[in-house]
């Protein structure tokens, strides 16, 4: 995505006295080194205007403090729910190593699907899992989930119950995906290092030194189109087919509160499991995380 500058008016007098138009060398340098207190998110404004505006020394110098931020500073600009995507996108570059950061940025009210994406392919594996129960963003923009699927460090149990999940709602290309996974290939992309991989992340303004992941595999045909009618098929003799006794009920719930169970499986069983199973696996502590939170949103919890 691109970053333009901020207004004057999303400034704000204060900041427009610090890397405005009219503000000095020394006022911008200070600024760009983060030595001026300041509440909230005006700190990473004041980086991301610098950074925006591309004029040396200040951009390279306040990309470069971006990244060497302390902690504290950045969850603190994180708490404005109207911080801009932009500098969200562009906190997302300079921190993309940082885990625990980048789980609370794609919960952001204001994140943009590109900045999703991008956590998706470079992230750590605590990232790709806060975007991977971020489902309603997922079933929204399936790039997310392409990108997830290609990064080597995101965790399978993650992937899978996102995958299955927007199988389920019949999101084009996730079919495909889900088919690969199950039959045991995984497509991280393994063309280049994944360390490169954030390093071009953090150097890209917009993204056009890094390239988009690629597309999703394409969902299998639900039957041939140019099947005979039944009635030009030769008849065969009636074959009574083997009965099967289905799995009881008991059985089922075993399964699923057994952390032995492949994932998918437990997530395909989850949804026909009665409210008071559901809570023994919203309370599980050895279960996956990715089926018990989906057991608690069965649920209505947060």
């Keep these: 995505m691109l970053?333009?500058?901020?207004?004057?008016?999303?400034?704000?007098?204060?900041?427009?006295?610090?890397?405005?138009?009219?503000?000095?060398?020394?006022?911008?340098?200070?600024?760009?080194?983060?030595?001026?207190?300041?509440?909230?998110?005006?700190?990473?404004?004041?980086?991301?205007?610098?950074?925006?505006?591309?004029?040396?020394p200040h951009a390279e110098l306040a990309g470069r403090t971006a990244g060497e931020l302390p902690g504290p500073a950045i969850f603190a600009a994180l708490a404005d729910p109207l911080l801009p995507a932009p500098a969200l996108d562009f906190m997302a570059r300079r921190r993309i190593a940082q885990a625990d950061e980048l789980a609370v940025l794609v919960r952001h009210p204001q994140v943009h699907a590109d900045t999703l994406a991008l956590v998706a392919r470079c992230g750590p594996p605590r990232a790709c899992e806060a975007i991977a129960i971020a489902h309603p963003r997922l079933l929204a923009a399936p790039a997310i989930l392409s990108a997830l699927a290609r990064n080597p460090r995101c965790?399978?149990?993650?992937?899978?119950?996102?995958?299955?999940?927007?199988?389920?709602?019949?999101?084009?290309?996730?079919?495909?995906?889900?088919?690969?996974?199950?039959?045991?290939?995984?497509?991280?992309?393994?063309s280049?290092?994944?360390?490169?991989r954030q390093v071009a992340a953090m150097r890209s303004c917009a993204g056009e030194d890094l390239a988009p992941a690629p597309p999703l595999p394409p969902d299998p045909d639900d039957g041939p189109a140019d099947a005979p009618a039944p009635a030009l098929?030769?008849?065969?003799?009636?074959?009574?087919?083997?009965?099967?006794?289905?799995?009881?009920?008991?059985?089922?719930?075993?399964?699923?509160?057994?952390p032995r169970t492949p994932l998918p499986l437990a997530m395909s069983l989850l949804w026909r499991l009665r409210r008071a199973d559901l809570r023994r696996v919203a309370d599980a502590r050895r279960l996956p995380r990715p089926l018990v939170t989906a057991a608690r949103r069965r649920l209505g919890q947060p």
């Design 3 to 56: 970053h333009p500058p901020l207004s004057d008016a999303r400034l704000g007098a204060r900041l427009h006295k610090l890397v405005g138009a009219g503000a000095g060398a020394a006022q911008r340098e200070l600024a760009a080194r983060a030595l001026v207190p300041a509440p909230g998110s005006d700190t990473w404004l004041a980086l991301y205007q610098l950074w925006a505006l591309g004029q040396a």
């Design 155 to 190: 965790p399978a149990a993650a992937l899978h119950a996102a995958v299955e999940l927007g199988a389920r709602e019949r999101v084009p290309g996730l079919r495909g995906l889900l088919q690969a996974l199950l039959s045991g290939h995984v497509p991280h992309d393994r």
């Design 192 to 196: 280049d290092d994944h360390a490169e």
């Design 233 to 258: 098929l030769a008849p065969s003799p009636a074959v009574p087919a083997p009965t099967r006794p289905s799995a009881p009920y008991s059985a089922r719930v075993a399964k699923v509160l057994d």
